[in-house]
């Protein structure tokens, strides 16, 4: 059965630090994409990155990038120098092969301090 | 900028009393979700277009209906809300294939009194 996880439901992180959060999956399709959204308070989910299970290299944009380890099927998201605007839920999700249906993790929540 | 759009964002309605919800997009996309969302849980897809194809996922309550009258439109429709269907409602879309990003709007907030 196809699965995420997502072992951090909050996290903590000093502004300007970089911090790195978890998500590992479980399928046996060879064909799968992997994505990251924020949600903030206000409740927009918000795209962030996006890495397909071909892909040679890790996904980057901007501040985020996702480091894709498939033989350890994971698909962690890095923020290097956090902003206080970055603290929201984050919720890593996976494609189901051959459907237009995604599988959510259970989200982290990360708070940047000042 | 193309987008996807959904009004209103705050609902208040009254147990028992319909109520529906709207979204649009200008991206073009063929597929249109909508998603449930409890408190401090992941988003439930209630279901999905694919252009006029509807999908409805095997858990979704028949108190839940949906209308896409066109490419750019799509409503949720619940003819009966109760105290369990206050959540935050979230619509989706994606361009075409399988495995393809989606793009959320905003979110309505529906609270049943």
């Known amino acids: 059965a196809q699965k995420i996880t997502q072992t951090q439901p909050g996290m903590f992180v000093q502004e300007k630090e970089a911090v790195t959060l978890d998500c590992t999956y479980d399928t046996s399709d060879p064909s799968y994409g992997l994505f990251w959204y924020k949600q903030p308070s206000s409740g927009e989910m918000i795209f962030l990155i996006y890495q397909g299970s071909y892909d040679q290299q890790n996904a980057t944009e901007g501040r985020y990038s996702l480091n894709f380890q498939k033989a350890r099927k994971s698909a962690n998201l890095v923020i290097s120098a956090s902003q206080l605007g970055d603290s929201a839920m984050y919720f890593c999700a996976m494609s189901l092969s051959g459907t237009y249906k995604y599988i959510f993790g259970t989200g982290t929540r990360l708070k940047v301090l000042a | 900028d193309a987008m996807v759009i959904q009004n209103p964002r705050y609902q208040v309605t009254q147990f028992g009393k319909p109520v529906t919800l709207s979204c649009s997009q200008t991206l073009n996309h063929n597929v249109m979700y909508w998603y449930q969302q409890k408190s401090s849980q992941a988003p439930k897809l209630l279901f999905h277009y694919y252009d006029k194809d509807f999908n409805n996922e095997a858990d979704t309550p028949d108190n839940f209906q949906s209308r896409r009258p066109n490419t750019s439109f799509c409503f949720l429709d619940i003819r009966s809300p109760g105290l369990g269907d206050a959540a935050m409602y979230l619509c989706?879309?994606?361009?075409?294939?399988?495995?393809?990003?989606?793009?959320f709007g905003p979110g309505t907030r529906l609270l049943v009194l």
């Open positions: 989706a879309t994606s361009r075409d294939g399988t495995e393809e990003t989606q793009y």
